[in-house]
């Protein structure tokens, strides 16, 4: 992100299986629109959350690390978390500039790694991985 953008921080995240949406053609491009399977895609408020990438050289692999912590001890959110790591899925980082970005795709998908701890319950939720693009401006959410 360049000028303003750098002041930006993260103020919601949200996990959606692959399965759950439907995607513009997007090879190449640094935006995509997504059509969700469901009606609505809801940014959790996250405790903390930081998301890097980097390139060393034109031609590489984007290096992309990702973690946040959510506390929520719902049913719901316990059995969402606990499912992650076999999820195949797409990242939505939502800043407080009003951009979000994707990170991976219907093609490369993103697996997290979860950490559970504490009471109320708090979860980490990680990735690091190499990817073939940067993470995607969403341009839309149906």
């Known amino acids: 992100m360049e000028g303003n ?8 995240v949200a996990i959606v299986p692959v ?7 997007h090879i190449g491009i640094d935006y995509v629109n997504i059509t969700p399977a469901v009606e609505t895609i809801e940014f959790e408020r996250v405790q903390s959350a930081s998301f890097l ?3 060393a050289e034109s031609g590489d692999y984007v290096e992309q690390e990702f ?3 959510f506390t929520d001890s719902s ?3 316990v059995t969402q978390h606990q499912t992650l790591p076999d999820t195949d899925a797409v990242v939505f980082i939502k800043y407080s500039n009003g951009i979000v970005l994707m990170a991976g795709t219907d093609l490369s ?3 997290c790694e979860v950490e559970e701890s504490g009471n109320p319950k708090t ?3 990680s990735f690091k991985r190499k990817s073939p693009e940067f993470a995607k401006f969403v341009q839309s959410l149906n």
């Open 19 to 25: 399965s759950d949406i439907t995607m513009s053609a």
């Open 75 to 77: 049913q719901t959110a």
């Open 123 to 125: 979860f980490k939720v």
């Open 67 to 69: 973690e946040c912590v």
């Open 5 to 12: 953008n750098k002041r930006a921080t993260i103020c919601g």
């Open 109 to 111: 998908p993103v697996r």
């Open 53 to 55: 990438e980097r390139r």
